[in-house]
């Protein structure tokens, strides 16, 4: 299986996904005219990923799953970076306006991000299955579930999508909430391939106003390494204490 292939052989079969993607990738500007063209784009950017994919059949199993390996959130809540609001109940998070619009319109979102001309035009985006987890290959303690994967100049990446009526995100002058930056650094750890992140939000309406607003920043992996280093030594520490 995956999880219990040798350290040799996933470098041989990563070296060999590697030149099969060099191959497909040098005709890709030939391919992008029809449908059927651009799933082949997909299914050549596909097979750079070096993550372990386990996709639930309901929330309760995804839920379950969490508990056992090292989320963004588990990281959080040992490292004292959790969100300045009151904890609510899963009950009380079922009935939060801003879970019920993220739940409801988020690949509507994510939808209108991807097909943004100047998005459209370099990046591949494909929003994820609910209820997946994607585990680290080199340590399937750690995982995470991508709100998007997304691909561009051969490059592999995320998107993470928020939906705000607070005002808690200013991404021109790089605002963004703590709880926020340490989820987009845990993924960047998952797959040691990830080499930037979309951060989409979304303002709704509130307090009298009527205008829907999505915004975006892009994050390379090269800008915030030094982050990324310090939260893999939390990641080590944690799992060395037995913490999931």
């Known amino acids: 299986s995956t999880l219990d292939r040798s350290s040799a052989a ?53 839920l379950e799953a969490r508990k056992s390996c090292l989320t963004g959130t588990t990281v959080g809540e040992h490292i004292g970076i959790v969100s300045p609001y ?31 001309p100047e998005i459209a035009k370099q990046t591949l985006v494909e929003p994820t299955i609910m209820h997946t987890l994607w585990y680290s290959d080199y340590d399937p303690r750690i995982a995470g579930s991508f709100d998007a994967l997304a691909w561009e100049k051969g490059m592999e990446g995320f998107c993470e999508c928020k939906s705000t009526g607070a005002g808690l995100y200013d991404l021109k002058n790089r605002v963004i ?17 990830f080499q930037f992140c979309y951060l989409v939000v979304c303002d709704y309406p509130q307090f009298g106003n009527r205008s829907v607003k999505i915004d975006w920043l892009r994050i390379s992996r090269q800008e915030v390494q030094d982050r990324i280093t310090n939260l893999q030594g939390w990641h080590a520490y944690l799992l060395a204490k037995g913490v999931r």
Not at 25 to 54: D, E, F, G, P
Not at 87 to 112: R, Y
């Open 10 to 62: 996933s470098d041989v079969y990563k070296r060999q996904l590697h030149h099969r993607l060099q191959h497909l990738q040098c005709n890709l500007h030939h391919l992008l005219q029809s449908n059927q063209k651009q799933k082949l784009k997909r299914a050549a950017y596909r097979t750079c990923i070096s993550m372990i994919k386990v996709e639930f059949s309901t929330k309760e199993e995804w």
């Open 177 to 193: 909430p703590d709880t926020t930056w340490l989820q987009i650094l845990h993924y960047f750890t998952i797959n040691p391939n």
């Open 86 to 116: 009151a904890p609510k109940t899963p009950q009380e998070m079922e009935k939060s306006p801003a879970v019920i619009f993220g739940k409801n319109c988020e690949t509507s979102i994510l939808t209108i991000f991807k097909n943004l």
